[in-house]
């Protein structure tokens, strides 16, 4: 039968709501096996669908876009950042690429938090003790660990999700002091650090905010670590590249850091094996917008986008 609905390609599975959305839609070519695609079944993909929507897992590097000009006009990605994909090449490409900001920041949010208190209280070391019958009862010097109350949190990149875990933090009685783009204020913020440099010196914890670009690579740098005060604590749930991760494990192998708490990977999935030996510091797969009803938003965000696109209005997340 010839359709003519646009086709969409989902690279991975996605929630029943999502898929069923977009089914009402387009022809969806759905990823059963929810393996990732390979980086050849994704230049395959440009050539026989309409829009293509991948997640950050699926790089979509200069490569793919070779053989441009291709049938895709519309990359909907379903997340927030957009590292994996190559916008200048796309641009070059002719396709316009969208993302899902707004609907996983308080999820986000949530899951730095949570690494920050899983850190600072050694909960996974705890949790791994109790399932190998390791733990005898409870006593009053043992598995003891820092509290957050009273501590100053340092965010470094201060958008959606920095904003929402300051609101977190405060809550929790946490100082809260920042450095990232103003956003053009013209009002003081007397929580704005004076440089990132102070920032890493006067901070106990610090989270990452901040894009993964060129500028931001290794961010978190061995000289940088070496600035953070003994004793503190750093939680990503950025992206990896922010940290050199081998500097990270040397810092908590030492003891100069008390603990880190990771969401995201430098090379991810790959764990740095340094970093898997070590007690003091949680692995998290990636979970900070791994909730059904997030991961329903992002996807419903995505198909948003990519019917504004076919309908001929501009799509609201448009990055390019
Ligand atoms: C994002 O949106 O960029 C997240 O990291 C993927 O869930």
């Known amino acids: ?90 641009a070059r490409a002719g396709i316009a690429v969208t993302n899902t900001p707004d609907v996983l920041t308080d999820d986000t949010a949530d899951i730095a938090i949570a690494l920050m208190l899983m850190a600072a209280r050694r909960l996974g070391e705890g949790e791994r003790l109790v399932r190998s019958n390791g733990w005898h009862g409870i006593a009053p010097t043992h598995h003891l660990g820092r509290t957050l109350r009273g501590r ?12 929402a875990v300051a609101a977190r933090a405060r809550a929790f009685g946490l100082r809260v002091q920042w450095v990232g783009r103003t956003g053009g204020s013209a009002m003081p913020d007397r929580e704005m650090a004076e440089s990132l ?28 670590l070496a600035a953070m005060k003994p004793g ?22 030492s003891g100069h850091l008390f ?20 007690e003091n510091v949680v692995l998290l797969p990636h979970l900070g917008s791994a909730t059904v009803e997030t991961r329903t938003a992002m996807g419903l965000r995505a198909l948003e986008n990519a019917l504004q696109w076919f309908s001929g209005r501009p799509p609201q997340d448009r990055m390019i």
């Open 232 to 253: 503190s604590i750093l939680v990503n749930t950025a992206r990896g590249t922010l940290v050199d991760e081998r500097a990270l494990a040397e810092s908590l192998r």
């Open 259 to 278: 603990a880190a708490g990771l969401d995201v990977y430098e090379h991810e999935p790959k764990i740095t094996p340094a970093l898997q030996g070590l």
């Open 197 to 224: 440099e102070t920032l890493l010196a006067t901070s106990d914890v610090i989270s990452l905010h901040a894009p993964a670009t060129p500028e931001t690579h290794h961010l978190i740098s061995a000289a940088r």
């Open 1 to 90: 039968m010839l359709t003519t609905r646009p086709v969409a390609y989902l690279t991975r599975r996605h929630t029943e709501a999502v898929e069923a959305a977009f089914a009402e839609h387009f022809e969806v070519s759905v990823n059963v096996g929810d393996v990732p695609r390979t980086q050849s079944e994704l230049v395959r993909a440009l050539d026989h669908c309409d829009v293509l929507v991948p997640i950050v897992g699926d790089p979509c590097d200069e490569a793919l876009f070779h053989h441009a000009p291709c049938r895709t006009t519309l990359i909907a990605n379903v997340g927030v950042g957009v590292n994996h994909i190559d916008l200048s090449a796309a």
């Open 152 to 163: 100053t949190l340092g965010i470094i990149g201060y958008g959606r999700i920095g904003r």
